[in-house]
């Protein structure tokens, strides 16, 4: 028997096949599992293409729930761009129940936005619960890293070129677009940071690390004990007490996370916690920029 969330995703699948064909003039569509996935897709598809993210900003991606009605965006998409490393499972019920098979792993409408993209934090042996939330691939949190944002527009322009090719030539030139925009922005992060190379701080999960590898920061630890776990106040006793030890005074949390525990280390520690973004406000490229550039500032906020 079909539960009543996999009855609605039916439904909604059934609903859409009765809505008749796209117009051969309309706009690729684009589904991405991230917000992040989705202005990166609009910066390099431009008008040509539509796109939608299942994820909406601020959201926990660990911990989607995709609604119904999402099941009739992926039917009808010509384009999934997924984050791939495990961190967006929950795509594969929609893609199931919209029965899309170009959208499957491997089909002519999949995009792995990871591809090409060096892990870091890859585990060693076998995974166990006691590890808390690890992902067996590494690091899903490839897309705050500005330099890694460029290998994953190239994913989608190929992707892009496969299903809509008669404008690859409007893609390749949005590709190289953004990747200029992507130049000339390091130049004044770079700047911005620079100074702090070598320096620590801590986060409440390991979400800006690529970043701070980017830019040499180094992350100290984590509010979170393990991946996943809720700080507890015998971790959090002992995280002060090791950054006391070491002279390390910065913190930098994600504002999705409940502020209290970094308050209270801000209180142990004489520091003013800082509280960075968690993902773009806009689907468009000049919303991925305005993400990294809030990111390069409350990471330096954090240092100074």
């Known amino acids: 028997m079909k539960t009543p969330f996999k009855a609605a995703f039916t439904l909604a699948a059934l609903a859409l096949s009765f809505a008749g064909l796209k117009p051969a003039h309309a706009a690729t569509e684009v589904v991405a599992s991230l917000p992040e996935l989705a202005a990166i ?41 997924r984050s ?26 999949y995009v792995d936005a990871s591809a090409n993209i060096p892990r870091i934090e890859v585990p060693q042996g076998s995974i166990t619960g006691a590890a808390g939330d690890v992902h067996a691939e590494g690091n899903p949190h490839y897309y705050y890293d500005p330099i890694y944002a460029k290998r994953i527009a190239q994913n989608i322009v190929k992707g892009l070129i496969h299903v809509d090719a008669k404008n690859a030539d409007d893609y390749r030139a949005n590709y190289v677009a953004f990747n200029a925009s992507i130049d000339q922005k390091m ?3 770079r700047a911005a940071l620079g100074p702090f190379a070598g320096k620590s701080l801590v986060t409440y999960h390991r979400n800006y690390n690529y970043f701070l590898r980017r830019f040499g920061i180094r992350q100290y630890g984590t509010l979170e004990p393990k991946p996943g776990i809720p700080p507890s106040a015998a971790h959090i006793s002992q995280l002060i007490s090791q ?19 970094a308050d209270l280390m801000g209180r142990q520690l004489g520091v003013t916690p800082q509280f960075g973004p968690f993902s773009v406000q806009t689907y468009t490229g000049a919303g ?3 993400l990294i550039d809030a990111l390069v500032a409350s990471t330096k906020a954090s240092l100074s």
Do not use: C
């Not at 008008?47 to 119904?68: G, L």
């Not at 791939?84 to 959208?103: F, P, Q, R």
């Open 41 to 81: 897709a609009k910066a390099v598809g431009g008008s040509n293409v539509t796109v939608y993210s299942i994820a909406k900003p601020e959201q926990d991606y660990h911990n989607i729930e995709p609604r119904p009605s999402d099941v009739a965006r992926i039917a009808r998409a010509d384009l999934v761009v």
């Open 288 to 290: 991925y920029l305005s």
């Open 84 to 109: 791939g490393l495990s961190l967006d499972m929950w795509m594969d019920s929609l893609i199931n129940a919209a029965s899309n098979a170009k959208l499957n792993r491997g089909g002519s409408g």
């Open 187 to 189: 130049t004044g992060w």
């Open 243 to 261: 950054m006391k030890r070491d002279n390390v005074k910065a913190i930098l949390v994600e504002k999705i996370y409940p502020r209290r525990f």
